[in-house]
């Protein structure tokens, strides 16, 4: 079984530019969730979606945004990049909502 | 407020050195809480889930429990291999499903 795929692995990317982030859940989950992780920071959620529909938010401005379409894969993008927005990105996928998240191996995003 | 704390922040043990990681959490009615893996640079690798008080899991050399405030991550006899950032993840009751996420062990076995 094929398990959660994030593309690209790696991104570096200028300041003021916007940049889209692709996460293919595990078949069958429907819902998936992104985090930002810096160095020395825990995981900040930054927003989850269950059958295409935004279910929680985290506290990040605008800029970053996402949707999930009807075969739940999902997309995240921020816009007008800063310095501070270099991270790895986290996708998660869960087959319900009450169940373990499985991850992917990241987006390694560097604002330049 | 929900919350999560781990500790300790770090912990260095030799190879072999049994010990234990601390998951404290105050949340309204607790649903589950989670353990990861995660090693530099990569994706957190689920564990364990854990849904109600005096419940025990294990996995080869770690051992999970949990009471009504707190988890416990035990690591029996550990290797080299087991360095890693240990994350301990609560989900409450009304929260719509929405994990809060404790800051994480950075444990490292010294051979």
């Known amino acids: 079984k094929a398990g959660v795929t994030q593309t690209p692995r790696y991104l570096i990317k200028t300041r003021g530019q916007q940049v889209t982030l692709s996460c293919s859940p595990i078949?069958?989950?429907?819902?998936v969730s992104w985090y930002q992780q810096t160095p020395g920071q825990g995981l900040q959620f930054l927003f989850e979606y269950f059958s295409e529909t935004q279910r929680n938010k985290g506290n990040f401005p605008g800029r970053f945004s996402g949707r999930q379409f009807s075969n739940s894969r999902s997309e995240m993008n921020v816009s007008t990049l800063e310095l501070g927005d270099s991270a790895l990105y986290l996708c998660?996928?869960?087959?319900?909502?009450?169940?373990?998240?499985?991850f992917g191996q990241g987006t390694r995003l560097t604002v330049v | 407020e929900d919350q999560v704390t781990q500790s300790p922040e770090a912990l260095r043990l030799q190879e072999g050195e049994s010990s234990s990681l601390n998951c404290s959490y105050t949340?309204?009615?607790?649903?589950?809480l989670f353990w990861y893996r995660q090693d530099p640079g990569k994706g957190p690798e689920f564990l364990f889930t854990l849904y109600s008080a005096g419940e025990e899991k294990e996995k080869e050399r770690l051992k999970a429990t949990l009471t009504k405030k707190e988890s416990f991550l035990h690591i029996t006899a550990p290797k080299p291999e087991d360095s890693a950032t240990y994350l301990c993840a609560v989900q409450a009751w009304g929260s719509n499903y929405q994990l809060i996420w404790g800051a994480g062990t950075k444990l490292i076995i010294k051979p």
């Open positions: 949340v309204s009615g607790l649903r589950g």
């Open positions: 998660a996928s869960s087959s319900r909502e009450d169940t373990e998240a499985f």
């Open positions: 078949s069958g989950h429907r819902s």
